[in-house]
């Protein structure tokens, strides 16, 4: 394995080409108060298949620079959204008591 910085998100955004919005989350303990923090900080990943959807879980990998904005590729889709392949699966189906 390289060197190269690995995090994982959750896809927030799709509807660019090939590109994706990933939030990153991270929960700390503040160092001087002991409170717990939230943080988060939104990233664009290349996508090249256009295979993530909202809410997918993923795998990014720092890169070198293909935008002005992109630095970050995703490597693996760890995890898709259940819920909507949920309801892609209520809408293919027929409805009952319709006509």
């Not at 660019?16 to 409170?35: A, F, N, Q, S």
């Not at 995890?79 to 409805?95: Q, V």
């Amino acid at each position: 394995m390289n060197e190269r910085r690995r995090l994982m998100g959750t896809v927030t955004s799709d509807k660019m080409d090939k590109t994706v919005v990933v939030e990153i989350r991270r929960t700390y303990r503040h160092p001087l108060v002991g409170k717990v923090v939230h943080d988060f900080k939104r990233v664009k990943a290349h996508d090249e298949k256009n295979e993530c959807k909202i809410g997918d879980k993923v795998m990014i990998v720092e890169s070198r620079p293909l935008s002005r904005d992109k630095r970050w590729v995703v490597q693996t889709i760890i995890r898709h959204n259940e819920k909507d392949e949920a309801d892609l699966a209520a809408i293919d189906a027929p409805a009952e008591g319709v006509e």
